[in-house]
């Protein structure tokens, strides 16, 4: 979970790199998550939290 500042860079730097993600509510009003998805047809789950990690992101990943 991240500020509200940091989760729209993030997200804004995801999608430049070709990711769909946003903003979600995180355990307080004060911070964020920065979800990103849903795959469809790009990397399977395992390869997609290699490329976050590639990019500098810490990833948990978690199926809505």
Do not use: C, H, W
């Amino acid at each position: 979970s991240v500020d509200k500042g940091m989760a729209d860079v993030s997200v804004q730097y995801l999608r430049d790199k070709g990711r769909a993600a946003r903003r979600a509510p995180g355990i307080s009003p004060a911070v964020y998550r920065v979800l990103v998805g849903p795959l469809g047809s790009q990397p399977m789950p395992s390869q997609t939290e290699a490329r976050l990690k590639s990019l500098g992101f810490s990833p948990f990943p978690k199926k809505y």
